[in-house]
C-alpha cells in the first residue's frame, strides 16, 4: 500500500529565510521550511522536510519517522545520495555534499530512503521523494522573463543545470552572474532566447548565497533566487519496491540521432537510464588486456619518485590514449588470439588506429566505473595514500581499544564483510588474524568527504570496509584488499568518482573560478632570469578549510574536526599542534625498492608539492630489511638549505633502544616515525631520505636489504 502528497516543500538557502513575504501573499521561506511531507504505509509514517545547508555547499534533508529507527540509507539508481546521521531514535539527517552525491540528488532520479525500524511486524520500508530546482523571489524588469523550472539535463554525459530566458530580440550583451561564477555570457538558442547551465556544486552554492542572487542582464535587469522543492514523497514497505526507471522508447529513439547535448531527450535522469542498458560487450581478451595495462601503468609510476602515484582513471586513459601503451597491447592480443575481429586488419595501416577507435576506446568508457574510484583501487591506496587522500589518524584496535557504541557498529560493519554471522563486538574480534583491526581516518580531497576505513586480516587476506566519517553507512567493501562498491552486488571498484578539487595545475588558469594554484615547486636560471615549474600544484578553492577552529590548539585528546577540512599540524602522538585545512597535508611516495647499501651512504629523492610554504611536522612510514639495526641511521635533508635530521639513531639506540623501538634488530621491520622539520625552509620541493650504514662493521648476513612497502613521508604545512 502507498500514498503520496504533493505538498511543495521548499529548501531554501539561507538568505531566502530574510526574504520578507511575496506580494501575491505566498508563504514566507520560514512558513515553508515548517511544512512536512507525509506518507504512510502499515506500520509507519514517514515525514520529511529539507533545506539547503549555508555551510560549504551542501545539501540537507530532515526526516522523522512514527516509530524508532535501527539504520537508514538514501540512494538513486546511480548510487549513494549522501551521508546519513541519525540525529534522535525517529530523526535522521540526510547531507549531500560531493560533486557525485549533489549530482545525484538534482539528476531528476527519484531518491530512494530505505528504512530499517527496531520494532514492530514490519520492520523494512522504502521511501520515495524527488528534488527539483527553479527560481523564486524575482524583482527588476519585467521585459526579462525567466523560465521557473531548472531542467536537468546530459551534456557530454554529465549533469547539467539549464535555465532558460526571454529578452527583447533588439537586447545586446546579454550575461548572468551567479554568487559562484560571476558574469557569464549566456547561449543564445534564438533572437531573444537564451540559455546558460549550472554544474550540481554551482547551482547549490548560488541557493546558499545569503544575500546575492542570479542575476539577468539583457537591457535591463532582473533579479531571482534558487529554491530546491520536494514534488513528493511516497511510502512502501520493502518488499513492495517502487518500480525501477527505465529506459522509455522516445528517449531511445532520440538518443539515436543525438550528439553531445541530449536536452531534447528527456531529463538527465531519463537519459542515464538508457545509458545503463548495457552496450555490445567488450571483447574478455581485451578487457583482461587494458585491465593488466592500467595496474601496470600505476605500478610504473607509483615506483618513480619524479612521478609519484596516479589515479586508475588517470592510468587508463593513458591505456586509451598513448600509442606506446595501446601498440604493445593490440600486438599482444593479435598474437594471442589472432581471430578476434579487430585482428583480421593486421599489417594494413590504418588496422591498429580502427583498433583504437572501434574497440578500446569503447571498451575503456565501459571500464571507467571500475577505475573511476576516489579512494583507488586497493586499500594499499588508502593506508599509502595517494596524493589526493591525507590520513587524519591511524589506530590499531583491539575489542578492548573500542572507544564507544558507534566504533562499535562500525567494526561489526567492516568484519561483516567476511563473517555475517557475527553479532556482537567479542565475536567480531575473535573471528579476525591475530584480533586486531586497522583504523584510519582520513579525507578524500577531490570530494572534499572524509571517510573512516576498518581493515583486518581473515586468513591472511584483507578484508573490511570503508564507512562514511562518524556513521556506520557503507561507502565500499575490502575484500582480498581490493576496493568493491557498496552495493548488494559489490561491483569490483568503490565506483565513487574523483571530483572536482585538488587538480594537479602549474598556472592558476588551470583552475577553476574560485581556486588558486596552491605549492608549486620552481626552477630558475639565473643567467637568463627565466623560472618555470618542476613540480605541479594544487588547486584549493578560497577559504577551503575556513573555520572559526582553525588555528587552535590540537592533539590525540584533543582533535580537529576532520568533518569540516581541519587536521591537527601535530604528526607525532603525545604532542601539540594547531588545526590546519587538510589541503596544508600531503603523503608522498619515494617509490620501491630503495637501496640500503651494506657499508655506505644512499640518497633517495620525494618530490613535495601542493602544500603551503614551510613544514610544521613530518612523518616516515615504510617496512625496512636489514641485518642489524643498530648501524643504521635514517635522516631526511630539506629541499631549501638540505638541513639534514635524524629521525632513527640505531647506534646510539643500541640494541635494547633499537628493541624498544621496533621489536628486534634484524629482519623486515616496519618503521612508522616522526621526523622534526626546519620550521622556516620551504616545504616545497625535492626532499632527500638519507640512509647511512657506516657504523660498525659490514656483515655477511642473508637478509636483505631495502625499504619496501609503499615507504612515503607524511608532512603538514602553514603559510610562513
Same mark, same amino acid.
Given at each position: ?393 591511524? *589506530?590499531?584496535? #583491539?575489542? %578492548? /581499544? ?5 566504533? &562499535? ?5 567492516? +568484519?561483516? $564483510? @567476511? ?81 572536482? *578539487?585538488?587538480? #594537479?595545475? %602549474? /598556472? ?5 573560478? &574560485? ?5 608549486? +615547486?620552481? $626552477? @630558475? ?196
Amino acid at each position: 500500500m502507498r500514498t503520496a502528497s504533493r505538498l511543495a516543500l521548499l529548501v531554501v538557502a539561507a538568505g531566502l529565510l530574510h526574504c520578507s513575504p511575496a506580494a501575491d501573499g505566498t508563504a514566507s521561506a520560514e512558513d515553508a521550511l515548517a511544512q512536512e511531507l507525509r506518507a504512510s504505509a502499515p506500520g509507519m509514517t514517514v515525514y520529511v522536510r529539507a533545506q539547503a545547508s549555508t555551510s560549504r555547499g551542501s545539501v540537507t534533508l530532515y526526516g522523522r519517522a512514527s516509530k524508532n529507527l535501527r539504520a537508514v540509507s538514501a540512494s538513486t539508481f546511480e548510487g549513494s545520495a549522501g551521508v546519513i546521521t541519525m540525529t534522535g531514535p525517529r530523526r535522521f539527517e540526510l547531507r549531500a555534499q560531493s560533486e557525485a552525491e549533489l549530482a545525484r540528488l538534482l539528476s531528476g532520479a527519484p531518491i530512494e530512503l530505505t528504512l530499517e525500524a527496531s520494532v514492530g511486524q514490519i520492520q523494512s520500508y522504502v521511501a520515495r521523494v524527488r528534488l527539483e530546482a527553479g527560481y523564486q523571489s524575482f524583482s527588476g524588469s519585467r521585459s526579462i522573463f525567466v523560465q521557473t523550472a531548472i531542467a536537468p539535463v546530459s551534456v557530454d554525459g554529465q549533469l547539467a543545470l539549464r535555465s532558460r530566458f526571454r529578452a527583447p530580440a533588439d537586447a545586446s550583451g546579454a550575461s548572468v552572474s551567479t554568487p559562484e561564477r560571476g558574469p557569464v555570457a549566456p547561449i543564445a538558442i534564438s533572437r531573444g532566447e537564451y540559455r546558460f547551465d549550472l554544474s550540481p556544486s554551482e547551482l547549490v552554492s548560488a541557493a546558499d548565497a545569503a544575500s546575492d542572487r542570479v542575476t539577468f542582464l539583457a537591457s535591463g535587469t532582473k533579479h531571482a533566487t534558487i529554491a530546491l522543492t520536494f514534488a513528493g514523497v511516497e511510502l512502501s514497505t520493502a518488499d513492495r519496491p517502487f518500480p525501477a526507471l527505465e529506459c522509455a522508447d522516445a528517449t531511445r529513439s532520440c538518443l539515436a540521432g543525438a550528439t553531445n547535448d541530449l536536452a531534447s531527450c528527456g531529463t538527465y535522469a531519463q537519459v542515464a537510464s538508457c545509458a545503463r542498458v548495457s552496450p555490445t560487450a567488450c571483447d574478455p581478451n581485451l578487457e583482461s588486456a587494458l585491465a593488466d595495462c592500467v595496474y601496470t601503468t600505476i605500478e610504473g609510476f607509483r615506483s618513480d619518485p619524479d612521478r609519484g602515484p596516479i589515479h586508475a582513471v588517470e592510468a587508463l586513459e593513458l591505456c586509451t590514449r598513448e600509442g606506446d601503451l595501446y601498440g604493445p597491447m593490440f600486438d599482444g592480443l593479435c598474437d594471442f588470439a589472432p581471430q578476434a575481429p579487430y585482428c583480421a586488419c593486421r599489417g594494413e595501416e590504418t588496422c591498429l588506429e580502427d583498433f583504437v577507435v572501434q574497440h578500446l576506446l569503447s571498451c575503456g568508457e565501459q571500464a571507467r566505473p571500475r577505475f573511476d574510484c576516489a579512494l583507488g583501487l586497493s586499500y594499499r591506496d588508502i593506508r599509502s595514500p595517494l596524493r589526493t587522500l591525507v590520513v587524519s589518524e591511524r *589506530r590499531t584496535l #583491539r575489542v %578492548s /581499544d573500542v572507544r564507544d557504541s558507534l566504533e &562499535g557498529a562500525q567494526v561489526l560493519a567492516a +568484519v561483516r $564483510q @567476511s563473517r555475517r554471522d557475527v553479532q556482537t563486538i567479542e565475536e567480531a574480534f575473535a573471528s579476525v588474524d591475530r584480533g586486531q583491526v586497522e583504523r584510519i581516518d582520513f579525507w578524500e580531497g577531490t570530494n572534499g568527504v572524509p571517510y573512516t576505513s576498518f581493515e583486518f586480516g581473515a586468513g591472511d587476506n584483507s578484508y573490511g570496509a570503508v564507512l562514511a566519517f562518524g556513521t556506520s553507512e557503507l561507502r565500499a567493501r575490502i575484500r582480498d584488499s581490493d576496493l568493491y562498491d557498496a552495493s548488494p552486488e559489490a561491483n569490483i571498484g568503490c565506483r565513487i568518482p574523483l571530483g572536482p *578539487r585538488w587538480n #594537479r595545475c %602549474s /598556472d592558476p588558469a588551470e583552475c577553476a573560478t &574560485g581556486h588558486t594554484c596552491e605549492g608549486r +615547486v620552481w $626552477q @630558475s636560471d639565473e643567467e637568463s632570469g627565466e623560472s618555470w615549474v618542476t613540480a605541479p600544484g594544487k588547486c584549493v578553492a578560497r577559504g577551503e578549510g575556513a573555520d572559526p577552529r582553525e588555528g587552535n590548539t590540537c592533539n590525540a585528546a584533543l582533535p580537529c574536526p576532520l568533518g569540516s577540512a581541519l587536521m591537527c599540524s601535530a604528526l607525532a602522538s603525545g604532542e601539540d599542534g594547531l588545526c590546519r585545512p587538510t589541503w596544508m597535508f600531503g603523503t608522498f611516495s619515494l617509490g620501491e625498492p630503495l637501496e640500503i647499501p651494506a657499508f655506505g651512504l644512499a640518497q633517495h629523492p620525494v618530490v613535495v608539492s601542493g602544500l603551503a610554504t614551510v613544514p610544521e611536522a613530518g612523518h616516515f612510514e615504510g617496512y625496512v630489511s636489514f641485518s642489524d639495526f643498530t648501524r643504521l641511521r635514517l635522516s631526511m635533508a630539506n629541499p631549501q638549505y638540505n638541513t639534514t635530521i635524524t629521525f632513527f639513531d640505531g647506534p646510539a639506540l643500541g640494541r635494547a633502544g633499537v628493541t624498544a623501538l621496533l621489536g628486534a634488530t634484524s629482519g623486515e621491520l616496519r618503521v612508522s616515525l616522526p621526523f622534526r622539520v626546519p620550521g622556516d625552509e620551504s616545504v616545497n620541493g625535492q626532499w632527500l631520505l638519507v640512509v647511512d650504514t657506516r657504523a660498525g662493521r659490514s656483515s655477511s648476513s642473508r637478509v636483505p636489504s631495502y625499504i619496501v612497502g609503499g615507504p612515503s613521508i607524511t608532512l603538514s604545512s602553514r603559510y610562513d
